[in-house]
C-alpha cells in the first residue's frame, strides 16, 4: 500500500524534512524550519565561522555570511553561535518530543489533507505513515551532533556555556531567515521540485504523489509564511523570554488552509 510503499521509499533525512517542514503552521515546526536553513549543508564542504577571529571589538557587531546555507549571521562578541545552537535546539526537541505537539501537527495535516478531496484517503495514508518516522527520526536527534553537522559548532566546544539573550537573538535572525526563504519564489519552486523527485521513489502511486503536492504545498507555504509574521516562534519554544516579545494572535486556532 502506499503507507508501506512511502516507509520504503521516503528515508527521512535533513533534505526531506526541509521540504516537508515548511508545511506545518504550529510551533512544533520549529526544529523542521531549522532543517529548512541548514539542511543544504548536507554534502557540501562545511565552512567554520571563527567567532574569536570576527569578533574585533567590543559591542561591535559583525555581518558574516555562512557558505553552508547562504545565511547572513550577526555574530557578536561574547554570544558564540554554536552553544546557541545546541541550547536551541535542544528546547526545540523538547517541544517537538510532547504527545500535545505531536497530536497537533497529525490534526493540522490531516486538514490540509481533507483539502485534497478525492485524494484525501492517500494523503491521509501518506501523513501517518511519513509522521511516524518523523517523529522517529526526531527523537534521534542530538543537538551537539546537529550543530557540528551543520558546520555551527567545531570539533572542540568554543564556549561550554551560553546566555538566554544569545539564544534568543540566534533563534530570531533564523526566524528572520527563514522567512525571508517563505517569501522567495525560487526557494518554494526548489521545495517542489525536491518533494516531485521524491514522488518518483513511490512505485505505483507516482502521479497522486505529484497531485498532491502540486495542490497543497503551495497553499500550505502561504499560510506558513503568514503564521511565521504573526506569531513570536522564539518565545513559544522558550528559546526567549515572554516578556521580550509577545506572540501575536493564538497559535492553536489559526487555520492554515483557512487563512488562504
Not at 540566534?170 to 519564489?185: G, I, N, Q, R
Request: proline share 4%.
Amino acid at each position: 500500500d502506499l503507507a508501506r510503499s512511502i516507509r520504503s521509499a521516503l528515508p527521512v533525512n535533513v533534505g526531506t524534512c526541509r521540504a516537508m517542514g515548511l508545511g506545518l503552521r504550529l510551533p512544533f515546526c520549529l526544529l523542521l524550519l531549522l532543517l529548512v536553513s541548514l539542511g543544504s549543508a548536507q554534502g557540501r564542504s562545511t565552512v567554520f565561522l571563527d567567532i574569536q577571529e570576527e569578533a574585533r571589538g567590543p559591542g561591535q557587531i559583525i555581518n558574516d555570511q555562512l557558505t553552508l546555507s547562504k545565511i547572513p549571521v550577526r555574530v557578536e562578541r561574547g554570544s558564540p553561535l554554536c552553544p546557541a545552537c545546541e541550547k536551541f535546539t535542544d528546547e526545540a526537541l523538547s517541544y517537538l518530543s510532547q504527545k500535545q505537539s505531536q497530536d497537533k501537527m497529525m490534526e493540522v495535516l490531516h486538514e490540509a489533507c481533507s483539502q485534497t478531496f478525492s485524494l484525501e484517503k492517500k494523503c491521509v495514508e501518506f501523513v501517518d505513515s511519513y509522521a511516524t518516522l518523523l517523529f522517529a527520526k526526531i527523537a534521534e536527534i542530538k543537538p551537539e551532533e546537529f550543530c557540528k553537522r551543520n558546520g555551527l559548532c567545531r570539533d572542540n566546544a568554543l564556549l561550554s556555556g551560553v546566555r538566554s539573550e544569545s539564544t534568543c537573538v540566534f533563534c530570531h535572525h533564523l526566524m528572520d531567515e527563514v522567512l525571508s526563504k517563505l517569501k522567495d519564489p525560487d526557494a518554494e519552486f526548489e521545495i517542489i521540485q525536491i518533494l516531485l523527485k521524491e514522488c518518483k521513489k513511490i512505485e505505483g502511486h507516482e502521479q497522486q504523489c505529484k497531485r498532491l503536492v502540486l495542490q497543497y504545498i503551495p497553499l500550505i507555504l502561504v499560510n506558513g509564511e503568514k503564521f511565521l509574521e504573526k506569531n513570536d516562534i522564539c518565545t513559544i519554544v522558550q528559546a526567549c523570554d515572554a516578556g521580550k516579545k509577545t506572540m501575536v494572535g493564538p497559535f492553536s486556532e489559526e487555520g492554515l488552509l483557512r487563512d488562504a
